[in-house]
């Protein structure tokens, strides 16, 4: 049984670039959530999907923004990157019985 | 909002001693869960223990189990007879036991090392 498969798992971006993240839930999730983890520090929510929309929003600018598939997959998207957006991105699938975490994606944009 | 609070950023235990990890959370809400989650060097979030605030039986798990305070608003993990494998950084986590929020809130986490 797949777990949360994340994509890629490795990125380095110039700032002011553009960058997409991907996420392929867990089989039988519906409910996708990506998190933002700064070196040193616990995860912190960015947003939330569900149906296909963003069910609940984190203190994330504009410049974040997501989506969800169908098939219960999602991207994060980060315009217009930061020096400050470098960190671990972690999806998060579930369906109301638990959460279960991928690897995350190390972005460092330099 | 919620706020959840370890207070400890490094700890270290010899091997097969016990070792408690504290974490304290403010929060109005009544329904709700906490979690504790260890992220080892591979990255990603494997759930340790989970409690239910309505419940006043501590949860276990093996080697693991919590010391949940209600009322202090306080919930404590000890693991016992530690292993190699313990080594990782440890976040406690809220979440609001409502319909449609599967938001975690965590702490900064302890770094916890086992020495041989």
């Known amino acids: 049984d797949a777990g949360v498969t994340q994509s890629p798992t490795h990125l380095i971006k110039t700032r002011g670039q553009q960058v997409t993240l991907r996420c392929s839930p867990k089989s039988g999730h519906d409910t996708v959530s990506w998190y933002q983890q700064a070196l040193g520090q616990g995860p912190q929510f960015i947003f939330q999907y569900y149906e296909e929309e963003e069910r609940q929003r984190g203190n994330f600018p504009d410049r974040f923004s997501g989506h969800q598939f169908p098939n219960y997959s999602s991207e994060l998207n980060v315009n217009a990157l930061l020096l400050g957006d470098s960190a671990l991105y972690l999806c998060?699938?579930?369906?109301?019985?638990?959460?279960?975490f991928g690897s995350g994606t190390r972005l460092t944009v330099v | 909002a919620q706020t959840v609070t370890q207070s400890q950023p490094e700890m270290s235990v010899q091997e097969a001693e016990t070792v408690t990890l504290s974490c304290t959370y403010d929060?109005?809400?009544?329904?709700?869960?906490l979690f504790w989650y260890k992220q080892p060097p591979s990255r990603q979030m494997i759930l340790v223990i989970r409690q239910e605030a309505y419940k006043q039986q501590n949860a276990t798990e093996n080697r693991f189990s919590v010391n949940f305070q209600k009322a202090a608003k306080s919930f404590s993990l000890k693991i016992s007879d530690s292993q190699l494998g313990d080594t990782a950084m440890y976040f406690c986590?809220?979440?609001?036991?409502?319909?449609?929020?599967?938001?975690?809130?965590f702490g900064t986490g302890t770094r916890l090392t086992i020495i041989p």
């Open positions: 998060a699938s579930s369906s109301g019985s638990g959460y279960t």
């Open positions: 986590a809220f979440m609001k036991r409502i319909a449609g929020n599967e938001k975690l809130t």
């Open positions: 929060t109005s809400e009544s329904n709700y869960y």
